[in-house]
DNA sequence: GTCTATACGCTGATAGAC
DNA sequence: GTCTATCAGCGTATAGAC
């Protein structure tokens, strides 16, 4: 991969992360990087294949987080989880599935299905984390195991956001209460 | 108010939050209402005023219900609450605080504090719903009444957004994981 | 890989007629 | 209140030179 072409990315993703895809463009990517608008079309012939290319760089990333937390207990898990969050909001980012799931239904198709399909695996991987940690006798909770997964990271995802508007420490408020609720 | 006036909020309305604010045009609009852009700078001189008579629209109608609702318990209180979330992703839509929040620092400043201002009050209005439940033995948790407002809140708003990716009923899952989590 | 040049529709916005 | 006319700039994208 050539040097550029990561920039381009890792650009894309910042900007994505700031403004949302359809608010971003081609300008604000060759402006920064000094390069000319068909410079980057000739890494991404259209924006759809750019935003396809920042969210499989973003799912890459997450499933190598993944694999590493394999060793880890229950109760590391979710921290480690937790900690991805916390970690985005002190640099007051937000994460790439708050960032493009709002305007969900206005992307491309190919960027839909990539998105579509990580949203399955991180649900899939939270509900083994947390039935697991019922199984050993760490968590300690009444509902559903689905239910509490989809509790847990719809209020992560939105954490960053909401910090971004009420200019408080959101993620901190609710990995507290993430916590607590399965003690 | 006149009647295109209003239909040009409602129809911003529901606009910014299929696209994202920055992602919709006066085009939209106009070719929707049959009518010219100009006819719409007419109402709206700017874009940002457009996006602050949509803010100021939503908290009004949020904040009558608010009222209504200072009759019941604490327990019917949050199942109202609830079901704001639960009719919008029965429309498959997303609340403004979620449309508008993730792109926040790039919308104009007179809406950033709206929206803010707005964030404020529905924290204090939970916490205060949260507190009194405790108090009346209603609610039975241990966080901090302050935590698991942000975490009910959150969890809340980003149901929605999940809903659209996953295309599961998130909305539901997250209700019955935040009626289970005060018992 | 990056450039210049170019296409062409859309962007928010304004002036002035009706 | 709505129209026509007009604006300068930006949007994604392409062709072809270097």
Redesign the pocket.
């Known amino acids: 991969m050539?040097q550029?072409?990561q920039q381009i990315i890792d650009l894309a993703d910042q900007l994505i992360r700031e403004k949302g895809y359809n608010a971003?463009?081609?300008?604000?990517i060759s402006s920064v990087l000094?390069?000319?608008?068909?410079?980057v079309?000739?890494?991404f012939?259209?924006?759809?294949e750019l935003g396809k290319a920042v969210i499989q760089q973003n799912w890459k990333d997450y499933t190598r987080e993944l694999k590493k937390w394999d060793v880890l207990n229950p109760t590391q898990s979710l921290e480690a989880f937790i900690q991805v969050y916390e970690k985005l909001g002190s640099q007051g980012l937000v994460c790439f599935m708050g960032a493009m799931g709002a305007a969900y239904e206005t992307l491309p198709e190919i960027m839909q299905s990539e998105l579509t399909a990580a949203s399955v695996e991180i649900r899939l991987w939270l509900r083994q984390v947390l039935r697991k940690g019922l199984e050993t006798n760490e968590f300690h909770f009444t509902e559903k195991v689905e239910e509490k997964a989809d509790f847990i990271i719809s209020a992560l995802l939105s954490s960053l956001i909401l910090q971004r508007v009420t200019k408080e420490n959101i993620p901190a408020n609710v990995k507290s209460a993430i916590l607590a609720s399965v003690k």
């Open positions: 050539s550029t072409r971003f463009s081609y300008k604000d000094n390069i000319k608008n068909a410079a079309h000739y890494h012939p259209s924006k759809a």
